[in-house]
């Protein structure tokens, strides 16, 4: 899958350096994508590049008395973010019902993948995420950006408004389906595929539009109808969260299937 054609050549070799850097230090990539703002469908003008990956290490790692840390992080310079988790710290936060690695597993947007990891991967995910866990954790990233702009009246960040939008559409997206599947990582897929009012949603494109033009979109109101939108769905989601039923069984089936996927892949190396 062709990199977007507006990529940065050398944005793209500092990412490639960074994935051989990791490889350097003994992990193998199973596959490394572009997470943020561009694959999320508002990239501006300026957006960093957000490259993540998942890896895996062999066998012979884990037989040691002092266990290698489970991320491989680099400093961040300039536009470029790279960083990656170990398989057995992204099954594990899956099975607490964090959708970070569903949505890497989803990204449009792929530097580099072992043929048919993400499809396995993927085909496990939707055995073992709880999508009612998985609607906790986007109703927690609405939270954190309540908090931050204080009122739905004030100027706020509207670059950052986007991070608001989204979590907000997916909870729309998944409380249409009734919680039982996860929602698309682009938004403005989710966006088409929810059903949320006309001029909200107008209003939500013309501002998408509008960061893919400008390098700063600077302080300002949040659009009428967005404003009207994002108050009255948080509100309902936080007065509506359903919590999810405590299965043990399924957990213990769950933490199974989890545990021979992460031997299998290991095993593979």
């Not at 979109?217 to 009428?224: D, E, F, Q, W």
């Not at 021979?260 to 892949?265: G, L, N, P, V």
Request: some cysteine; proline content about 6%; overall charge negative.
């Amino acid at each position: 899958m062709p990199l977007p054609a507006d990529f940065s050549s050398d944005a793209v070799a500092a990412i490639r350096s960074r994935l051989d850097s990791a490889r350097g230090q003994g992990a193998t990539i199973l596959f490394a994508i572009e997470s943020g703002s561009r694959a999320w469908g508002f990239p501006s003008p300026d957006s960093d590049y957000d490259c993540r990956f998942v890896y895996v290490r062999p066998v012979a790692d884990h037989l040691v008395l002092e266990q290698p840390r489970d991320v491989i992080e680099f400093p961040i310079e300039g536009d470029i973010d790279a960083g990656g988790w170990d398989l057995r710290k992204a099954l594990l936060l899956a099975l607490g019902g964090n959708a970070v690695i569903v949505e890497w597993a989803k990204s449009p947007i792929v530097y580099e993948e072992m043929a048919g990891f993400r499809d396995r991967l993927l085909e496990l995910l939707a055995e073992i995420v709880d999508p009612a866990k998985v609607s906790r954790h986007y109703l927690g990233l609405a939270r954190s950006h309540v908090a931050r702009i204080g009122s739905f009246s004030g100027d706020v960040k509207l670059k950052k408004l986007f991070y608001f939008i989204r979590p907000i559409v997916a909870l729309d997206w998944m409380e249409q389906r009734d919680f039982t599947r996860l929602p698309p990582m682009n938004l403005v897929d989710c966006l088409a595929e929810t059903e949320i009012p006309a001029r909200a949603a107008s209003e939500i494109r013309q501002l998408i539009d509008k960061k893919r033009q400008t390098r700063e979109m600077g302080l300002g109101p949040i659009p009428a109808e967005i404003a009207r939108y994002l108050e009255a769905r948080y509100g309902h989601h936080e007065m509506n969260m359903a919590g999810s039923t405590r299965d043990e069984a399924r957990q213990t089936r769950n933490r199974a299937l989890a545990t021979a996927f992460y031997r299998q892949e290991a095993e593979r190396q």
